[in-house]
């Protein structure tokens, strides 16, 4: 197999060389400035597979034909490359430098995503945790490679909240997202149907908010119930790890705290946080069923401060380097108990505000202005534009096209992730034996010709969109292997969505990457991951019979 020709995202050029070369028992791994900490990363992935020890070799500030001994490995950073900073050149070619395989980024995350195509070019056992065959050399074939991200926001978001995934499970989604070349996770940490991170000053929060008592099996129309209790939550050193997690692998990490609305969980918890004057909030717990719910934060200070004091945790657990972006949800809030709510209403008069959506601006942009003062920027769902957005304020634009392209052109950065193209609870298949029907069928090919950027869109709004996510909502996904059922292979064509440099959507060559998935199948099953396969699901992945909610015909595309 050429594995230069199956790479998956595609990089921008490949140069063929005449002389492939080897990894043996012998090579060494030399590591020049700047490069140091990826040593054990590299160690970790591609040694691991291989059972090649790739001991240390020196500074590696030599590598480009200058002598010395050419088995070896050498990673440095070249601050001139074109394309961003995490641009990377990859050669394999021994007639072009004294090394093995020379990786040069223009930073360290450049070198990094260097790493990713070199563990690919080794091969689908180069993504196994240890060697299958001992002692052997690993094929190289004699290439020279130049790529850089077409976006700087290339995202995958992750729902812990409707259904918990355990720590280890997320440390191996951050694995899976730079294995793809991904750079961002966004952590959806808090909903109506649990709370998922500790916060020390108000314990209650998953003492109580982080469980449920029985849980939803399917749609909400299911008669179906699962009895058991279903919680968990992340202490705060669970995440500090995952964020270093995260930051060794050049991943950026977005917490969501959702507010006002998907809020019961932290509501059961804390009741004053709700429309005391509407309905009894001390009567309420963790929700075990799906939707949009209509018990929402209070406009009030006291919620205020709650949640200043719940995010000053959060910026601690998760610094500024990591997650320069805090998303506070603002999503799906429904105003019929501020409508009834004398609190709600006087807080309207005495800001002078039109309406109840004006009343959510006005919480959204506090938490703006807040963050701000603070080194962060705030991004929220599209519904934060709904009364007027904050100044500095980033869109997800989920519901579709049209809020991205109205806050880009209002000159707000946006991230595209429309629900008919890029949700992967979506199904993937019309096929009664598919797992539970959730949305449009989106298959593998329409993931692939999904476009970030909707022409429309003069240059200067373009300039707006930060890149793009692929997002993973778990109402019925309830373990693990369902999330990985969902989401691969689909975020394989998305990755090469959010990194290469394709044609428009009806002219990309899906032949293609089908033929490339071929090979990428393989790295999947060597890195375990329970995937739909080509010809539908294993009689084990189906669940027939559990009521969804599928949406026949096309998406529209708006």
């Known amino acids: 197999m050429n594995t230069h020709s199956h790479l998956i995202p595609a990089p921008r050029t490949t140069r063929h060389g005449a002389t492939p070369t080897r990894l043996t028992p012998r090579t060494t791994l030399h590591t020049a400035p700047g490069t140091e900490a990826l040593a054990p990363l590299l160690r970790g992935t591609i040694g691991a597979a291989t059972g090649l020890a790739l001991a240390e070799g020196g500074g590696g500030d030599q590598g480009d034909g200058d002598g010395g001994d050419a088995d070896r490995v050498v990673l440095r950073l070249e601050p001139g490359l074109p394309g961003g900073p995490e641009a990377y050149r990859l050669s394999t070619d021994r007639t072009l430098h004294n090394a093995a395989a020379l990786i040069e980024g223009a930073t360290p995350a450049g070198v990094f995503r260097g790493i990713q195509t070199l563990r690919q070019l080794l091969g689908p056992e180069a993504f196994r945790r240890a060697p299958i065959a001992a002692g052997q050399d690993w094929a190289l074939p004699g290439v020279t490679i130049e790529d850089s991200p077409r976006f700087g926001w290339r995202g995958l978001m992750l729902d812990v909240a409707r259904h918990f995934m355990p720590k280890d499970g997320v440390l191996r989604y951050l694995d899976l997202i730079a294995a793809h070349k991904l750079n961002v996770f966004h952590f959806h940490l808090t909903d109506d149907q649990g709370w998922r991170i500790e916060i020390k000053r108000y314990p209650r929060l998953t003492e109580v908010g982080s469980w449920r008592s029985r849980t939803k099996w399917g749609h909400r129309a299911s008669p179906l119930w699962d009895e058991k209790p279903h919680g968990g939550y992340y202490t ?5 790890e995952i964020v270093a997690y995260a930051a060794e692998r050049h991943i950026r990490v977005v917490p969501e705290i959702d507010l006002p609305g998907h809020s019961q969980a932290a509501i059961a918890a804390y009741p004053e946080l709700g429309n005391t004057d509407v309905i009894d909030t001390a009567s309420l717990s963790v929700w075990d069923t799906w939707g949009v719910n209509p018990n ?9 401060r709650f949640y200043e004091g719940v995010l000053e945790e959060v910026l601690d657990l998760f610094p500024e380097d990591v997650s320069p972006f805090i998303h506070i949800g603002g999503d799906e809030c429904p105003k019929e108990q501020w409508q009834k709510s004398d609190i709600a209403q006087d807080r309207i008069r005495e800001l002078g505000l ?5 009343l959510q601006s006005w919480i959204i942009r506090h938490f703006d202005t807040w ?13 934060i534009l709904e009364g007027g957005l904050a100044p500095g304020a980033a869109v997800s634009s989920w519901r579709g096209y049209g809020a991205g392209i109205a806050a880009a052109e209002a000159g707000h950065d946006v991230v595209m992730c429309p629900e008919q193209y890029v949700y992967l609870d979506h199904r993937q298949a019309a096929g009664a034996e598919e797992p539970v029907p959730i949305g449009f069928v989106r298959t593998l090919e329409d993931v692939y010709r999904f476009e970030p950027v909707p022409p429309q869109l003069g240059p200067e709004a373009a300039a707006h969109v930060l890149g793009t996510q692929a997002n993973a909502w778990t109402e019925v996904m309830e373990n693990q292997s369902r999330v990985d059922y969902q989401v691969f ?26 033929r490339r998935m071929a090979a990428h199948y393989r790295r999947l099953d060597a890195l375990g991951v329970d995937y739909r396969p080509p010809a539908g699901p294993l009689p084990w992945q189906q669940r027939p019979g559990v009521v969804g909610r599928p949406i026949e015909g ?5």
């Open 236 to 240: 705060q050193d669970d995440i500090r």
């Open 296 to 304: 929402v934060l209070a406009p009030t200070d006291n919620t205020l």
């Open 354 to 358: 039109a309406g109840e959506n004006e």
């Open 371 to 383: 963050l701000s003062a603070r080194g962060r920027r705030l991004i929220g769902w599209d519904e």
């Open 489 to 514: 292979p689909r975020l394989a064509a998305f990755a090469e969505v959010a990194w290469s440099a394709l044609p428009a959507p009806a002219e990309r060559d899906f032949a293609d990457f089908e």
């Open 554 to 558: 096309a998406p529209p595309n708006r």
